[in-house]
Every structure is written in C-alpha cells, then in structure tokens.
C-alpha cells in the first residue's frame, strides 16, 4: 500500500544465503516485491545497486545475528543516508532481524524501524533458514512459506527419510575423516540455487581442527577429473556420476522446506563424524581481527603475482580456490569461465567463491580445514569513492582491508597465496582464461602464461 517496489536485504552468510534461495526459486517472478540480497562490500556493487533502486519505492531489511555484523551495519548506515537525502522517513523503511539484546535491536528502537523481528538465540545463523531469518524476506517478497514449513514438518515425521538422512551425514563425515574430503555437487537446475547455501552449511560447519567436508559446485565441475578424495552427489533428479550417489529433492515449495532442514541435520551429523562442533566459525573471526587492522593501517592492494612453483606444488589431495574480491554480479561469468579453464588443467579441484560473501563460508574451512588449499587472489582498482557515514574510511578502502586481511591470515598459517591485482578486471580475467585455453596441461607453461 506504501508503493514498495523494492526490498533490499542487508545481511551476510546465514543471513542472507537462505532468502536468496527462497527468492530465486520461489519467489522471481511473482507479484510480490523485488527481493535483492546485498552482501558485497565493493563500491561498484554499492553504487550498482543504487542505480537499480528509486528511494521512494525501496525498503531495507538489516539482518544480522550479532547485531554488529561490519559490512552489514556499513550498509545499512550507507543507506540511511540515502534515503534521508531522499527527504524520506528512515525508520519507516528499515525493518531489522537480529538476536535479542544485540546493539541493532536498540538501534531499530531508537530509530523506530517499522519491523523488529527477535529471532532465538540459541540458532546458529547457517542454520537459520527456516528461522526468522529465511522467513521474513521471503514472506515480505510475497512467497507463501505455509508450503516450505509443510516440507520441514513432513520430514521430521518420516522416520525413514529422517533414519537415511542420519545415515549419509554419518557416512560423509566419516569418509572425509579418511581422506575423501571433496564432496562434489551435481545439482539439477531446478536445485541449482542451493548450492551456494549448501557450501556455507557444510564448509564452515565441518572445516575446524585440521579436518572437514569442502563442498565444490559450478562452472568447473564438468572439467573435475575424478580422484580417490572426491566423493560425487548428485542432487534433485537425474542419474549420478559413475561411482556418484544421488539425494533426490523437489526443490519448490514443499520439496524446499525439506531440503533445507535435511541438509542442516546430516551436516550437524557429519561434524559428529568428524568430532567437531558444528555451529561455531572460530576461524570467520580471525579475518574480521586483520580487517580492523588494516583499516586502521591501510595498506595499497599490490599484487605479487603467480610465483613458479604456485602450481608445481599441487599434491593429491589439494585444492585451489579462486577467491574474488569483484563485483559479483558484473563480473561473476568471466571469474566461472577462468575457474573452468583451470579446472580443465589442473588435477585437483578448484572453487571459486566472492570477496567478502566466503568470509562468511568457506573462509571457515581454508583456515580450519585440513591443509592442502592454494590461494589465488584476485583484486582490482575501483575508482568509485563512497563514503560509509560515520567511519573514517570508504567502501573501496574496507573492501581493500577485507581481501588484505584473509590474505595475511593464510600467509601466517603457512598456506601459498598467489594474488593478482587489476586496473581492469574484465580484461585481466578474460586475458588470463584465453591465455591458459590456449596452455597445454603442463603446469609450468599455465605458470608462465598467468
């Protein structure tokens, strides 16, 4: 009735993977509001995302479990800024979901948020989607979560499927326990928009003391050679991969509901396996602390490039992962196609995950996880200045601090980093994929081409 068009949600990790789910699957293409999910730190995709959005349509959901969530509370106080030099009403348009007694459920009263929704406390936020967390965002977006909620209980009175899901966490934990740690994702496209909900669910879950699942999805998953630590799971419909399982799902309405509450009971299983706790990230923290660091030392994001033996080092067992400090959206099809031109030449697996959204996943399990994990680090120039109000330094300077900062945390655990720097990041990514496509499978001659 206020002429809402637009809901944008402000959150990271647990925070935010679910709703985007719940809208790509359920919710584009409805009558409801748009529902975008914001979780990227980078100016480009700040100022992207205004250009998307007129203020006096547009309301902002603020999620965050701690309540003090860094790049949630930046965005949300960048926004409040632009919709007061809209002359609009801020509190009117924001809505805050959060645990009780944090500092955003007494920044929503002191602001008068239009909604306030306390969560439980006692769950984790990579568990919480079917918590307040998935089910205001996507309720708000127009999607009737009756049918998902139906799913959830229909499960937890199925002891059959309840027992089978008990038994493949058991038995993935309990293989990755020895050695076959890669669990490699072949979702049907109906169930494609889980993946990236289950590699946050599985890899900071399970990636502590040296041990862990590391989920391995996308564009370069075709061009995986198959290998003793790798464990094959198709899911939805369709056939597995020779030797592979399949976990079969309806991914909509009921079938969503079902999927997300038995992912979270066999990977809570699985850490049982694998004799860790599930639902801490001891290790997320450990970047947030260089993060701070640099911010209060800033430092230029030069990078080093590939050195000779980045590539000559890979054992059985390894893996690479890409890790992009770019606009997701802009440029997410160029770093896909660079991931699988590696894939296609190298003889581990390669992942590929977003600065500073994996902070929030698989962060967790490059430095938790068992060791064997090559970085390469992709940043670029922005030029774009946007200042988070009330901070001594701008978007493009904590995006900086934030691929800097995990940088060094790798590095001091000993783990090799090959970091690229670029002016131009479509060029540089388009350039370093034609030039391994022309590569043969010799690593050294990828080396040089890079």
Known sequence: DDGIHDLVLLGMGGSSLAPEVLWQVLGAGGTGPRLTVLDDTSPDAVLRTCGMLQPRHTAFIVASKSGTTLETCALADFFAQWLGDAGLEIGARFIAITDPGTALEHSA????????????????GRFSALSLFGLVPATLSGIDMQPVLDGAYALLQDHTQLCDTARLGLTLGTLARGGRNKLVLHPDPAAAPLAAWIEQLVAESTGKRGVGILPVSGASVAALAPAADQLHLAIGAGDPPAGGWTLPMTVSGNGLGDAFLRWEILTAIACTALEVNPFDQPHVDLAKARTRE???????????????DFFRGLQPGDYVAMLCYLDRVVHGSDAER?????????PVPVTLGFGPRYLHST?????????????????????????VPGRPFDFAALHRAQALGDKRVLLDRGYPVAHLHARDPAAALAALATALSTADSNRKEITDHA
């Open 294 to 308: 640099l911010l209060e030392a800033p430092r230029a994001a030069e990078g080093e490039g590939i050195p000779e």
């Open 109 to 124: 009263r002191e602001r008068n948020y239009r909604g306030l929704f306390l969560n439980a406390a006692d769950i984790g």
């Open 338 to 346: 660079l991931a699988r031109e590696l894939q296609a030449r190298l």
């Open 363 to 387: 962060g967790q399990f490059h430095k938790g996880g068992p060791t064997g994990g090559h970085f390469l680090l992709l940043t670029a120039e922005s030029l774009a200045q946007v200042p």
